[in-house]
């Protein structure tokens, strides 16, 4: 509509001032009643345009902004929105570059490659013509790597219990991050999603993705340069969400299943929406908030205490309905510094979120991510202020009890106690049955493509250098279609990205559940394999933590161990480093009687069967360890299994012989296939002399234990 009117705008312009008469002062100075003789239709068509206009903010995403680091040695894109066809102009670093607003009003330049540098300047973006600008202050140019993935990637640094003395130590002004806030998008793609750039400092490094800022850390240390993380994850995501539509739908393995569950979601949503309509529970928006927002509570004015977490019960509120929470927020002068994150999960399934009476975020039927979801909402720098701030929450429940899953926090705080509650309308209770009536509304994060239209779309084409991926725990069920999902989804990235083969290194899973005594099929060993095989993808790498995980806890502590080996792999791969950047990998067997010899590449000088420790890590936040009982108490290598035409698996005597790996087993006189770590959580030791683990492989083929 706004292209329409403004094309509209143009051509009565162009008559106006063909006939000698100034469109734009006139226009402005009419009153209605001088234009009343002209049909309603073009007058709305005259003066609409002007008022679109004249309201089109010159503006950037979110990812320009304060403390960006932009990309070096590499073309700069650069974009953003104004008026249509207004001149924009683009300075940096001495460079000035120009263009215009197309008929979206979207327009785009490129800065010429850059060279790395710590200093602190100004983007300048500005309309000539309109005297107008945005300012982008505290820009560095350096190295930039997207980290995505799930919750593995989007592990922070304040859930590693002994980061403590490193985050303390952590002021870095060239090691900086920006943070996508999660925005599951519906059909069409956002242009913009929230975020915003932090510098490294006891405050804001409790939020950096921890395996990104020790990758950051280790090849800073070597190349001297500005490095920015740009964490862009969702816990508990498969893969598929962060691919396009429309690279789902070139796949036929995929573009089924994405239909069928776009199909659902909308069928939920609609039987959602009618549930609320013929039960008469549809929501009444409240008008002015500011009663529930800004003003003091009281007692006398309704509001009552009310727990934490979980259902909020008290005897003057209802069950159901729609119902306002507030708290009082008191922040350190170092909280107020830079944008801040709130988060909380509330057990309701819709919320409008305010503070400082300002709305910051909200959670409807299109973007619902589940009960217990944790949401996060991006308070903007200005909103923030020392000492007491006010947070109100706003929750409609037509269904479930209103109330939180767990305390609300801002960075690494968290903010027990001092809900103050309040009922806005009241909606008639649920018995057993109404409950069950209830629809489902899906949850729009697991849907194909979501996660890349509203997470990984808005911030295309930013420079960088490269990814960082940590994910594939929620594709476990499935490892044979992710042979199909994992390849394409690097495909697609650098497609829409529009850098070429940027480099690609990804960590494989780590060992995780229960330890077995025989050798046996795993779904985990299985979605290892997938992972080793997408290195057959140019550019790519793989960090093997075989040996870092914990048999109780799917998010291991060793965060450490994946970005440093990351590193390895950057440092040789891309920046022509000349180290050691993996383990082992199995490269060709020979039968040699009742043995099997084994080949390896990357072998760094020689291969090492290191201890075995005594005991093996349950849960290392909680200290907690156990025995560990070698399945090969003889062999100097533990983790080899061998079999015969039978295929019956048993533990195999394996040891290193010169370059190759030699495994036989007594039970088995004529062996026809090995395999080493193929089970959730081996014990295995083989490493090379680099101390990088070689990782897990099997060299039969035999069919994939999940479905495909």
């Known amino acids: 509509m706004k292209t329409t009117l403004t094309v ?23 009153s209605p009643l001088r234009y009343a003789w002209l049909c309603p239709a073009l007058t709305a068509l005259l003066l609409a345009p002007l008022t679109a206009l004249d309201a089109a903010e010159l503006r950037l995403p979110s990812i320009f902004s304060d403390h960006m680091v932009l ?58 013509a309109r005297n107008r600008s945005v300012k982008v202050a505290d820009v560095i140019v350096g190295e930039v790597w997207a980290g995505g993935g799930q919750s593995n990637m989007e592990f922070d640094m304040k859930a590693i219990t002994s980061a403590t003395a490193e985050i303390d130590a952590s002021a870095n002004p060239t090691l900086r991050q920006f943070h996508v806030l999660k925005n599951p998008a519906a059909r069409t793609p956002a242009d913009d999603v929230q975020g915003y750039w932090t510098v490294a400092r006891p405050g804001t490094t409790e939020d950096f993705i921890a395996a990104g800022y020790y990758f950051a850390k280790s090849i800073q240390s070597e190349l001297k340069t500005p490095v920015g993380l740009i964490k862009v994850c969702w816990g508990g995501s498969k893969v598929e969400p962060w691919i396009s539509p429309e690279s789902l739908a070139s796949a036929p393995e995929l573009a089924a299943g994405a239909k069928n569950m776009d199909a659902m979601s909308e069928r939920n949503k609609s039987a959602y929406r009618e549930w609320l309509k013929q039960s008469q529970r549809e929501d009444r928006p409240p008008g002015d908030v500011a009663p529930f927002t800004a003003r003091p509570v009281s007692k006398e004015d309704g509001w009552v205490a009310v727990k934490d977490s979980g259902p909020a019960s008290h005897p003057a509120l209802p069950e159901l309905g729609a119902f306002w929470f507030r ?127 509203g997470m990984v779309h808005p911030i295309l084409p930013y420079a960088i250098r490269g990814v960082l991926w940590y994910q ?40 995780y559940r229960a330890k077995t005594d025989q050798p046996g099929e795993s779904i985990w060993a299985d979605l290892r394999e997938a992972q080793s095989k997408t290195l057959a993808v140019p550019n790519t790498g793989m960090a093997v933590l075989i040996d870092t995980g914990e048999s109780e806890d799917i998010h291991p502590q060793t965060k450490q161990i994946a970005g440093e080996r990351l590193a390895k792999i950057a440092l040789a791969k891309t920046y022509g480093r000349a180290i050691p950047n993996s383990g082992p990998i199995y490269a060709s ?74 495994v036989s087993s007594v039970h088995v006189p004529a062996p026809i296939a090995v395999r080493y770590a193929w089970s959730d959580n081996p014990t295995c030791n083989l490493y090379n002399v680099a101390d990088l683990p070689a990782a897990p492989f099997r060299t039969d083929e035999e069919a994939l234990n999940t479905k495909p």
């Not at 103050?420 to 109404?434: C, R, V």
């Open 327 to 453: 708290k009082e927020v008191t922040l350190t002068a170092r909280q107020t510094g830079a944008a801040q994150v709130l988060q909380f999960g509330p057990s309701a399934q819709f919320d409008q979120v305010y503070w400082n009476g300002a709305l910051i975020g909200q959670r409807t039927a299109d973007s619902f991510t589940g009960l217990i979801s944790v949401r996060h909402y991006l308070i903007p720098p200005a909103l923030l202020k020392e000492g007491v701030n006010q947070l109100a929450v706003r929750i409609f429940a037509p269904a479930e009890p209103p109330g939180f899953s767990w305390f609300p926090s801002i960075g690494s705080t968290k903010m027990p106690g001092g809900w103050m509650a309040k009922a806005e309308y009241e909606l008639p209770p649920l018995d057993p049955s109404g409950r069950k009536a209830v629809p489902p509304l899906t949850g729009q994060h697991v849907l194909p493509g979501r996660l890349f239209q």
């Open 71 to 128: 990309q070096c040695a590499k073309a700069v894109p650069v974009w953003g929105w104004a008026d249509v066809g207004e001149q924009i102009v683009v300075e940096f670093a001495g460079q000035s570059q120009s263009t215009t607003a197309n008929a979206d009003g979207k327009w785009t330049v490129k800065l010429n490659a850059l060279e790395a540098s710590a200093d602190a300047r100004e983007m300048v973006v500005q309309s000539p």
């Open 472 to 511: 594939g725990e929620s594709n476990t069920g499935n490892a044979a279609l992710y042979r199909t999902s994992f390849p394409l989804l690097i495909k697609d990235w650098r497609q829409h990205w529009q850098q070429g083969d940027f480099p690609f290194y990804f960590c494989q899973l780590a060992n």
């Open 589 to 662: 067997m020979k039968i040699e009687g009742g043995s099997i010899r084994l080949s390896f590449d990357h072998i760094e000088n020689g291969l090492v069967a290191k201890d075995v420790p005594a005991t093996y890590a349950v849960m290392r936040k909680a200290d907690k360890t156990a025995s560990l009982v070698r399945n090969s108490p003889l062999s100097q290598l533990e983790g080899f299994a061998i079999c015969g035409a039978d295929k019956k698996w048993v533990w195999a005597d394996a040891k290193i012989d010169g370059a190759t790996v030699l």
């Open 8 to 30: 509209t705008c143009v051509f009565l312009k162009s008559v106006w001032q063909a006939a000698g008469r100034p469109f734009d002062d006139q226009v402005r100075r009419l």
